[in-house]
T-cell receptor, first 112, second 115 residues
């Protein structure tokens, strides 16, 4: 079945550091890929998405590129802020389905 | 900005009791979903619902679970006889369509604790 694997956290960075959170997936066909973010006490919010190979999703300074050859969708940001502290979830969704398949989540802590 | 709401935020129940978790999806959305996250584990899909029918469900969604849209605004998840292993955070979500181009908007979750 489909699966998503992402790096375990917590990831602790200083403000303005470079962020990478790795995500790889296993799925049949050509899934769409997503990054969701969950701030404390809130629900999951879509951060960015990519629906086909080589697409780059971007939002709020975060980027991720759909790499079919390596089945990856790594999340990056050039300069993190304290306000980026949250849990980040990588997810996929098959063309023919409704369900999102999530990775385990990675907690990011950014220190001033 | 429209948002998905869920009540209650925290529900504590005894094993074997029935619970109903409530969600109010975004008003013009047509597709509704339930997910759950057991503490320390992945967010898992339970069920999707469209046009008053279940459109997809996972292996987790057995006969103990049911969903309903009792009126034009609410979407509920019922667990008939709760077990200890049902303790989890339950997230409701909704979307305009089932296209991957349409975002699933999530609520803040209901934490269910089964004693």
């Amino acid at each position: 079945g489909d699966s998503v694997t992402q790096m375990e956290g917590p990831v602790t960075l200083s403000e303005e550091a470079f962020l990478t959170i790795n995500c790889t997936y296993t799925a049949t066909g050509y899934p769409s890929l997503f990054w969701y973010v969950q701030y404390p006490g809130e629900g999951l919010q879509l951060l960015l998405k990519a629906t086909k190979a080589d697409d780059k999703g971007s939002n709020k300074g975060f980027e991720a590129t759909y790499r079919k050859e390596t089945t990856s969708f790594h999340l990056e940001k050039g300069s993190v802020q304290v306000s980026d502290s949250a849990v980040y979830f990588c997810a996929l969704r098959r063309d023919a389905g409704n369900m999102l398949t999530f990775g385990g989540g990675t907690r990011l802590m950014v220190k001033p | 900005e429209p948002e998905v709401t869920q009540t209650p935020s925290h529900q504590v129940t005894q094993m074997g009791q029935e619970v109903i978790l409530r969600c109010v999806p975004i008003s013009n959305h047509l597709y509704f979903y339930w997910y759950r996250q057991i503490l320390g584990q992945k967010v898992e899909f339970l069920v999707s619902f469209y046009n008053n029918e279940i459109s997809e469900k996972s292996e987790i969604f057995d006969d103990q679970f049911s969903v309903e849209r009792p009126d034009g605004s609410n979407f509920t998840l019922k667990i008939r006889s709760t077990k200890l292993e049902d303790s989890a955070m339950y997230f409701c979500a909704s979307s305009e369509s089932q296209s991957p181009y349409n975002e699933q908007f999530f609520g803040p979750g209901t934490r269910l604790t089964v004693l």
